[in-house]
């Protein structure tokens, strides 16, 4: 799954991906520009997630107790 991602990234022009020729074979990713620019979305939705925590944990805690999956 990692590796379909990282592939559609690359496509998608969000990273570079460079090959090395070494045993073992060892690749890197790396942002480009264009990656680069979901920063600030990738912050925002870090700083959601921080600020909504206990709600996500007590929804998710009151969904297990009412015996749903």
């Known amino acids: 799954m990692l590796a379909a991602t990282l592939r559609a990234m690359e496509r998608d022009g969000l990273v570079t ?9 060892r690749v890197e990713y790396e942002l480009t520009p264009l990656g680069h620019s979901l920063m600030l979305l990738v912050e925002a939705a870090r700083s959601w997630s921080k600020d909504h925590l206990p ?7 009151a969904h297990e107790a009412a015996g749903r999956t």
């Open 55 to 61: 709600a996500l944990l007590e929804a998710r805690a």
């Open 17 to 25: 991906r460079t090959a090395y020729d070494e045993n073992p074979p």
